[in-house]
């Protein structure tokens, strides 16, 4: 059962809206037609563990969004954000309204 979204969607429009947090992306869903989609680019370090005593680091671009904006998301789309071309690897919609798509440079 999906959690209840502590924003509304209005909230979440006024956050991920370009003028405030976020910025504009081209999302195109495999097979269909570009569309504009606002939200917040992140393209921090992350830890991963390789099965030894040290840990490395990977970039992991992602890109936090609206669920309601990228519903029929899947693996192998494509955005472009800062007109950086990446490709879908994993979608994960947080049960909130938030939907954090994990990227992979093109």
Request: cysteine-free; aromatic content about 10%; charged content about 20%.
């Given at each position: 059962?999906?959690?209840?979204?502590?924003?509304?969607?209005?909230?979440?429009?006024?956050?991920?809206?370009?003028?405030?947090?976020?910025?504009?992306?081209?999302?195109?869903?495999?097979?269909?037609?570009?569309?504009?989609?606002?939200?917040?680019?992140?393209?921090?370090?992350?830890?991963?563990?390789?099965?030894?005593?040290v840990q490395v680091t990977n970039v992991a671009p992602q890109f936090q969004c609206a669920t309601s904006d990228v519903s029929s998301a899947d693996k192998g789309d494509a955005i472009t954000v800062n007109s950086v071309a990446y490709t879908v690897v994993e979608v994960h919609p947080d049960g909130t309204g938030v939907t954090t798509l994990i990227l992979e440079r093109n």
């Open positions: 059962m999906p959690r209840p979204a502590v924003e509304s969607a209005t909230d979440l429009s006024e956050f991920f809206d370009a003028d405030e947090f976020g910025l504009a992306a081209s999302y195109t869903v495999t097979g269909g037609s570009a569309a504009t989609v606002n939200g917040v680019f992140d393209e921090g370090h992350v830890a991963v563990d390789v099965g030894g005593q």
